[in-house]
């Protein structure tokens, strides 16, 4: 599951994310981080049955974790299913099917935000 | 040979016996009975396109005001429309962007506003005459209130359009979209099998007059569009269509990051089957349409060509480029595209719309001439200092000192044994190194990224990178990356002095 680890302003300067894999033995798959002297931002992608297990050990430290359930939302009012969204995204989360509808597996979006950008309708929105 | 009139055809619209299929069906249906066996069988063929068409826009009129006034400026919305034309009409154009909201609302955003019955603020000025006295106006207006609202699209519904990628090492905000780095993608607009003017290719039913679908009520094409060059197959449309009438599903406002607002309109055609040329026009298919990818890394007019592509390839969801899969993505809507020719279909099929012959064809031959422009615009060879001063990487960096000290110039290009371009140092660089008592060689100093320029480009487009980047110097380079010389922020400051 693509999870999101915020990182606060105290806690910026500790090795959390590092600390937490040691500890644990559980891999995560960085795919976004963004981090600078106050705040860190992260999202990666860990096993379903590992999650309450890595969950804790970031929130001992600080950390606050969430599920990304949907991490991109579309509006379907302003989308017009051009598919303009399609070849930016690394992920592949947009593709059309056989009708020409645009679908999206909100389930791989990693939240880079390319498609937000790209989307003439302003129809993309990342969440939650 | 089959021959039909269109008064034949709409006596059967009228009678309910009309044959009508949309342009996609049309391809299986030419397939299995041949052209001749077509033109007997079907009678009407419906196109469709949905996608941006940036030249479009609102004529309207507000009616007079009491006292009255001679609008010779308005806003909507604080997008900015023209009234350089009698006293309340205005022309509103899509592409206009909002004096206060940028280009994230323009002149698309309120004519889809006003479709759907929203209020739109108006400001207008005047100098006032004896019989339009007043000088300001501001006013709340919705659709109903204007006497017209027609929409007036100086050039819609490409026959095709050149797809877009880039080879430049930065994601590129175009009208065709974001194009990511290093050919990471390509962006095209059409519908295809399914483009109006791909299905007439020698305009003989889509002409001045013709009555078509716009933006889901009856509109028609009144000429060729603007910028029409049929002799390389992209032909335009210019099209007029009563707002009032429209429907929000086939006109949506959209603004493009880094570009600016544009209007999607969907259009559809019917074309009645007059002969059996006809049926086989409107039996094309996606393979049948070759466009080109062209490269928009060069911000120029001629893009260069990456190389051709059928609709097919585009549509299949990757290109191959260099023998790479490049994902696609369309811009416009085929499956807006379908619904519109399946609407018209409809319409045509229950008698509500009729099909009509040009009063005049449009013209098939010629091209779209670039801009005469009177002023040469001066190329980077035109401003750049031919006099550099170089020095090899592994030269000291107190020989660096010297250098510009003895020549009073700011930028040292670094270059290899063989002459070519390896690195750029500043006067500021040696200022850090000697301030960090890092006296080594040039190269552990340099900066070995250096943006370049060539010779022959323009110097806006030098101007622009030395802007982006914030730097300000640029080595002008060959294609062996020999130095020719050197373009700076101060060679074109003089060039803006002597221009204005």
Redesign the interface.
């Known amino acids: 599951m693509k999870i999101k680890i915020t990182i606060p302003t105290e806690r910026i300067h500790n090795p959390i994310i590092s600390e937490s894999i040691v500890e644990t033995g559980i891999l995560i798959n960085i795919m976004v981080a963004n981090i600078d002297s106050t705040y860190g931002e992260l999202i990666a992608d860990v096993n379903d049955l590992k999650f309450d297990k890595i969950k804790n050990a970031l929130e001992s430290r600080g950390a606050i974790v969430s599920i990304l359930d949907r991490p991109i939302h579309r509006d379907e009012e302003e989308c ?9 995204c690394p992920m592949n989360v947009y ?2 099917d056989d ?3 645009v679908l999206v597996d909100e389930k791989k979006c990693i939240q880079c935000g ?1 498609c937000i ?2 989307c ?3 129809a993309l929105k990342l969440g939650e | 040979m089959v021959k039909k009139s269109v008064h034949e055809i709409n006596r059967k619209i009228e009678d309910g016996s009309v044959n009508v299929v949309t342009a996609e069906e049309m391809v299986t249906i030419v397939e299995e009975l041949g052209a001749e066996g077509a033109a007997k069988e079907v009678d009407v063929v419906t196109t469709g396109t ?3 068409m940036c030249s479009s826009g609102l004529m309207l009129n507000l009616g007079h005001s009491e006292p009255p006034i001679k609008i010779q400026k308005i806003w909507f919305n604080n997008v900015e429309a023209y009234s350089g034309l009698a006293a309340v009409d205005a022309y509103l154009g899509a592409a206009q962007i909002s004096d206060t909201r940028g280009i ?1 609302y323009g002149g698309a955003h309120v004519i889809e506003d006003l479709l759907r019955g929203k209020e739109i603020d108006v400001h207008a000025t005047s100098y006032g005459t004896d019989c339009y006295p007043r000088k300001v106006l501001d006013t709340i207006i919705s659709l109903e209130d204007l006497n017209e609202a027609i929409l007036l699209n100086p050039r819609n519904a490409y026959q095709k359009y050149a797809a877009a990628t880039n080879s430049s090492k930065r994601t590129l ?1 175009t009208y065709m ?2 194009l ?1 780095p290093n050919l ?4 095209y607009s059409g519908a295809g099998v399914l483009s109006p003017l791909s299905n007439d290719p020698n305009y003989e039913t889509i002409g001045m007059g013709t009555r078509i679908f716009m933006g889901g009520t009856q509109g028609y094409v009144i000429g060729n569009g603007t910028q029409h060059s049929p002799s390389s197959g992209f032909g335009t449309l210019m099209l007029k269509g009563n707002l009032k009438e429209m429907n929000p599903d086939y006109l ?1 406002a ?4 880094g570009y600016g607002a ?1 209007l ?1 309109m969907g259009v559809g055609i019917p074309i009645p089957i007059l002969n059996e040329k006809l049926a086989a026009a409107t039996a094309v298919r996606d393979e049948d349409i070759v466009t080109t990818i062209e490269d928009y890394a060069v911000g120029s007019r001629d893009k260069p060509v990456i190389r051709e592509v059928s609709y097919a390839e585009l549509r299949s ?1 990757s290109v191959q480029i260099d023998g790479k899969d ?11 595209a ?1 619904k519109i020719a399946n609407e018209l279909k409809a319409w045509v099929k229950h008698g509500k719309f009729f099909v009509s012959m040009p009063v005049e064809r449009l013209c098939a031959e010629g091209s779209a001439k670039p801009m005469k422009e009177t002023q040469v615009v001066p190329l980077v060879k035109d401003v750049m200092s031919s006099f550099v001063v170089t020095i090899k990487r592994d030269q000291t960096v107190q020989d660096a000192a010297k250098k510009i000290w003895a020549n009073s110039f700011n930028h040292l290009t670094v270059i290899s044994d063989s002459g070519e371009l390896v690195g750029i140092l500043t006067a500021w660089d040696i200022s850090k190194a000697v301030a960090e008592n890092c006296f080594d060689s040039v190269e552990s100093v340099m900066t070995k990224k250096v943006l370049t320029c060539a010779p022959n480009e323009p110097v806006d487009l030098a101007a622009r990178r030395l802007d982006r980047y914030g730097v300000s110097a640029m080595p002008v380079i060959d294609a062996q990356r020999q130095v020719l010389g050197i373009i700076t922020s101060d060679n074109i400051s003089k060039l803006l002095a002597r221009r204005y």
């Not at chain 2, 990471?184 to 962006?187: I, L, P």
């Not at chain 2, 959209?254 to 990051?257: D, G, K, N």
């Open positions: 017009i299913e051009c598919g303009a969204c399609i070849s930016v593709s059309f009708s020409w509808n390319v950008k790209m003439p309708h302003g | 949905f996608g941006a994230q905000h979209g974001e990511l990471g993608n390509v962006t949506r959209a603004s493009f990051t544009t999607y969801g490049v994902p696609t993505s369309s811009l416009s809507s085929f499956k807006n379908r």
